[in-house]
């Protein structure tokens, strides 16, 4: 307790404790010498300044905590800032109320006038969604590209570091725990080409390709395939790629919204973690794009990240600012009923959720690993919000708060049927 103005003015670790109703487990400190949490806690925060209490009490909750995080305000301790899983999960309990009236006007007696005021928010902070309306409607083609480019057109470089040697930025198939992450990624595209049945000679549209890892992949085993994507950075990777590897004849990569997609008549479509990006309102266009797109009985394999429900979800403000622009989630039903409507009949459906949480631990060890040389390419800002992101999304997905679903489907024929064997023909 500090005296100001003649008031008892309690320190800010103490207006933590409040606002978290002592369920705060880690050991917080303060950079007025105050405490909260659990003293001597083997994992905590620091809080360093002024600007980062402002950023605490002008924007409550997961919003705040970020901008102090990114900006480096607060600071974690018994964790790298490239993995700060342990960290989350200590906090996982932690209950955030918003402050009552007494206490945001303590906290601001203590930091004056300017914690009021709302700092300027990292420039690693996308503006907010009510901003974007100067991009047109949400899910346009402007506003999908500018919103991919956030996300994906960091740096090849630093994707390299952080992803590894496949570049492949989706959930990998592990075939048994102890896999590498290389091992389970290419066991991925193996379950997905075998999946879509394909052979040598049959043609493939990947719909938001990345780095063209599935083009190459299946490229490489006779199939002709055309992958899109709107990450410029993505596009130029691919194509060099598929130069390097003598494939040009078999792959191609078009910088592009799949919308501008006109060929048709391909044996298989395959969605590789683009359906977080569309819009769930743009789902009947989206499935009757891939419809459209297939030959009669030809397969789709939709792999996407979904809810536990089937309720529309916009994603978070720390997500929506920092990582996805415009994301929105829904459950593996919705997807289902979606695909169904647009006159795709549902095969298989198949929750890989775990194998999700581990991949999101292979990609914060390797970025811990290469963290000097990430900072250096994209700026300590940046790979604080990707260790944040990845540490929170591991630990999302092993708590069931997200899930990663593949929806197997086929475009049957006008009288209903299709040449599909009665089983499944795949290995798991």
């Known amino acids: 307790m500090t005296q100001l103005h003649g008031l008892t003015t309690p320190g800010i670790g103490e207006l933590i404790d409040e606002v978290t109703r002592g369920s705060l487990t880690v050991d917080f400190t303060a950079?007025?010498?105050s405490r909260a949490g659990r003293p001597g806690a083997a994992r905590g925060l620091h809080l360093r300044n002024e600007r980062g209490a402002a950023y605490l009490l002008t924007a409550p909750g997961d919003l705040g905590l970020a901008r102090a995080y990114?900006?480096?305000?607060?600071?974690?301790?018994?964790?790298?800032?490239?993995?700060?899983?342990e960290l989350l999960r200590d906090m996982a309990a932690m209950e955030l109320h918003r402050p009552t009236l007494a206490q945001a006007l303590a906290l601001a007696r203590r930091l004056g006038r300017k914690g009021l005021t709302p700092p300027p928010p990292p420039p690693e902070e996308s503006v907010p969604r009510w901003r974007r309306v100067a991009e047109g409607v949400?899910?346009?083609?402007?506003?999908?590209?500018?919103?991919?480019?956030?996300?994906?057109?960091?740096?090849?470089?630093?994707y390299e570091l952080v992803l590894g040697p496949s570049m492949t930025y989706t959930c990998a198939c592990y075939p048994h725990e102890g896999a590498t992450l290389e091992e389970a990624q290419e066991n991925k595209y193996r379950l997905v080409f075998d999946k879509l049945r394909l052979t040598e000679g049959d043609r493939l549209l990947d719909i938001g390709c990345g780095w063209g890892g599935m083009v190459r992949y299946a490229a490489r085993r006779g199939v002709r395939v055309l992958g899109v994507t709107l990450s410029g950075e993505q596009a130029a990777w691919a194509r060099a790629e598929i130069e390097r590897e003598g494939l040009s004849d078999l792959a191609e990569v078009r910088h592009a919204d799949y919308r501008s997609v006109t060929e048709d008549a391909f044996d298989a479509v395959s969605s590789i973690g683009l359906t977080e990006h569309i819009g769930v309102r743009n789902y009947p266009a989206y499935f009757r794009f891939i419809r459209d797109r297939l030959r009669d009985g030809g397969l789709m394999l939709n792999h996407?990240?979904?809810?536990p429900d089937n309720r529309r979800l916009e994603t978070g403000a720390f997500i929506d600012r920092y990582v996805f622009p415009d994301g929105e989630l829904t459950g593996s039903g919705r997807i289902i009923t979606e695909a169904q409507d647009a006159?795709?009949?549902?095969?298989?459906?198949?929750?890989?959720?775990?194998?999700?949480?581990?991949t999101l631990a292979a990609w914060c060890a390797n970025l811990v690993e290469n963290w000097d040389a990430c900072v250096a390419d994209v700026g300590e800002g940046k790979a604080r919000v990707w260790g944040l992101y990845m540490a929170g999304s591991r630990l999302g997905f092993e708590t069931d708060v997200v899930q990663l679903h593949h929806i197997l489907g086929v475009r049957p024929a006008p009288d209903g049927t299709h040449d599909l064997p009665l089983r499944p023909w795949w290995h798991a």
């Open 138 to 158: 949400r899910h346009n083609l402007t506003r999908d590209a500018s919103a991919i480019q956030h996300h994906y057109d960091v740096s090849n470089r630093f």
């Open 304 to 307: 996407c990240i979904t809810r």
């Open 343 to 358: 006159g795709l009949e549902v095969l298989h459906s198949e929750d890989l959720r775990p194998h999700y949480a581990l």
């Open 31 to 33: 950079y007025d010498g």
């Open 70 to 85: 990114v900006s480096g305000d607060l600071v974690p301790s018994g964790v790298h800032p490239g993995d700060p899983y």
